[in-house]
């Protein structure tokens, strides 16, 4: 095909390593033809062309791109052929053969942790009820409706029918003889199924990066499969604001975001059933806890508001709708409910992580509960009083808007150190060789290089040194062959360390207290489990107080979301504290930027902080 042709029809586009070909639209580029096909491409900034970590090898064909002369060596280059480019950058003038970065095709490895034992018992105050009862048959003498003799099995003249249920009632009642499981949400009966299927739950943490299952077994309160995937709106960007902008361009761009968080839903909903040998329809109750943007993008809630300051989100509350009404595939009558939001983009996630982790600041007179991750959510309880704010850290922390920066998977750097020499040591997840660098992996690298003097303290790379190399134009330490830390990373980290310190300072100072009165600091979400504490500490992340105050407690977030999907209770309890907690929009004081410059450098801290990692 000619080039010409190809700018007026579509083409194909061939990926070896997956076994795929997919069609790519006139305009397209190949970031965005890749992401409509479900093509996973790296693209921490949504192919604004910004990131630089969707790149790919065009192995044969023709492309036209856009770079400047640092990222390519060309300018509008139309061949591009067997060198690495950005494939937001990319647009196909012919059919193309593309291999994709490695760090793009790394397994997952750490979707999510281990948050509990899988016979976790939760206590149960569910809000679906099962009954077995036995309906009689009719007759000419009592002719009354399949709906009336449910209701007299029951004793409950006052129940009402989902009208899906209600569809399936006869053929249910007749092909079990009458004996069935009455399924009941207050007053309504939302399942007839046969007797012995329990009912089952499913909770989910839909995060920024990650999302989340896990399957409760409603009747007794045990966790009996957990899952964690990535959340498929990452291909319009790593943060929650390159979402909002594109969802505001329209309801189709909307419409696609939503779309992409019932995926990753209703594949959790399929996968963790499926594991266990039931089936989605014995579902009967969801419960999904996410900030305010994923809250608003899966609800189909209009975004334009929450995306400009003052930031306001269209609700606050909780939200209960029908599973049908919202995509979501489980049982036809089945209820979901969505945590509340504490205002801003403090979302119902942090709501569970406070509910998870009550017991523990509970006991404290000072505790801080801090998620870390695109958007990183602090509270601040002191005096009985919670303090709660939204940081804006940006993807940085968790490899996005890193050169090498990749999601937790097989190669990626997980740890940092150095040898008795000084010299960089480096440590992968399930040792494979290295092809990129995840979130704890960038802390680490932080650390070990200002400890090796290969970063001074305003976060400039020194200009000799035997790690520093040049790439793409600029200075860079290499960490391994293929993967560097550059002084734009450098940066990415400093401003993303620096805006979450600011935050927690300035929540510390409205309560008039210093870090140091701090006595329980815990550090939850699936990024937060696997940090190295002490180098957290190094780079200025975290105050340095004892590392034995710290408390990485994983993803207190989906244990706070199954505790509300096992007890009413506990789902009253979140709204409480929703509503109880007192949100601070920190860009609206006066000394945030003051303070938030003066916390971009880095800190000078006792050598011995670097080595310590608390569980």
């Known amino acids: 095909m000619s080039e010409i042709g190809a700018r007026n029809t579509t083409v194909t586009l061939r990926f070896p390593q997956l076994g795929r070909s997919i069609r790519s639209k006139p305009d397209d580029d190949v970031f965005q033809s890749a992401r409509r096909h479900g093509v996973r491409i790296v693209g921490a900034c949504g192919g604004r062309g910004t990131c630089g970590s969707c790149i790919v090898q065009v192995v044969d064909g023709v492309v036209e791109h856009n770079e400047s002369e640092s990222d390519t060596g060309s300018h509008d280059d139309r061949t591009a052929t067997k060198r690495w480019i950005r494939a937001c950058q990319a647009r196909p003038r012919s059919d193309l053969v593309i291999e994709i970065a490695p760090r793009s095709l790394a397994p997952v490895a750490r979707a999510e942790p ?180 994923m809250h608003h993008l899966a609800l189909g809630l209009p975004v334009r508001q929450l995306g400009r300051a003052p930031f306001v989100a269209a609700t606050r509350d909780g939200v209960d709708a029908k599973a049908r009404e919202l995509g979501i595939v489980v049982a036809p009558g089945a209820w979901v409910h969505v945590v509340p939001n504490v205002g801003g983009f403090i979302g119902g996630d942090h709501v569970a992580a406070l509910l998870a982790t009550e017991p523990l600041w509970r006991a404290c007179h ?86 090796a003097r290969v970063v001074d303290e305003r976060g400039r790379l020194v200009k000799y040194h035997e790690a520093i190399v040049s790439h793409e134009g600029q200075r860079a330490a290499q960490l391994a062959p293929g993967v560097v830390f550059t002084q734009a990373d450098v940066r990415a980290v400093q401003l993303a360390k620096a805006a979450i310190r600011t935050a927690l300072e300035l929540l510390l100072d409205d309560a008039q207290i210093d870090a140091g009165a701090i006595d329980a600091f815990m550090i939850a979400g699936s990024f937060g489990a696997y940090i190295n504490v002490g180098s957290a500490i190094a780079i200025g992340l975290l105050p340095d107080i004892p590392i034995a105050r710290y408390r990485q407690v994983g993803n207190a977030a989906g244990l706070g979301v199954r505790m509300a999907l096992a007890s009413g209770a506990a789902r009253r309890r979140a709204a409480d504290l929703a509503r109880n907690c007192r949100s601070f929009e920190l860009s609206t004081r006066s000394d945030f930027q003051k303070r938030f410059v003066r916390n971009i450098g880095l800190p000078a801290v006792p050598p011995l902080a670097m080595e310590t990692t608390v569980s």
Request: charged content about 20%; hydrophobic content about 45%; proline content about 4%.
């Open 114 to 293: 281990d948050t509990g034992a899988d016979d976790e018992r939760l206590d149960v105050d569910p809000a679906v009820t099962s009954r077995d009862v036995v309906v009689h048959p009719p007759s000419l003498a009592d002719p009354a409706s399949d709906a009336d003799r449910v209701r007299r099995a029951l004793a409950h003249p006052q129940a009402v029918f989902d009208l899906a249920v209600l569809r399936r009632l006869p053929r249910m009642l007749r092909e079990a003889s009458g004996a069935v499981r009455v399924r009941m949400h207050s007053d309504e009966i939302i399942d007839v199924a046969g007797r012995g299927r329990h009912a089952l739950g499913l909770a989910i943490d839909l995060g920024t990066t990650n999302a989340a299952g896990f399957l409760l077994d409603l009747e007794v309160g045990v966790r009996i499969a957990g899952l964690g995937i990535e959340n498929p709106q990452t291909a319009w960007g790593a943060d929650v604001i390159s979402r909002l902008n594109h969802a505001i361009l329209g309801e189709t761009q909307a419409a696609e975001l939503r779309d992409a968080a019932l995926v990753a839903i209703n594949a959790l909903a399929h996968d963790l059933t499926h594991a266990v040998g039931a089936s989605t329809a014995d579902i009967v109750n969801v419960v999904i806890a996410g900030n305010t943007a």
């Open 366 to 451: 000072t505790s801080v509960v801090m998620d870390i991750g695109t958007n990183t959510e602090i509270s601040l309880i002191h005096e009985g009083q919670i303090r709660s704010a939204s940081s804006p850290s940006g993807p940085a922390l968790e490899g996005g808007n890193i050169g090498c920066g990749m999601r937790a998977a097989d190669g990626a750097i997980e740890r940092v150190s150095l040898d008795g020499d000084g010299r960089l040591v480096v440590r992968t997840i399930n040792d494979e060789p290295p092809v990129g660098l995840c979130g704890s992996g960038v802390i680490d690298a932080l650390a070990a290089l200002y400890r």
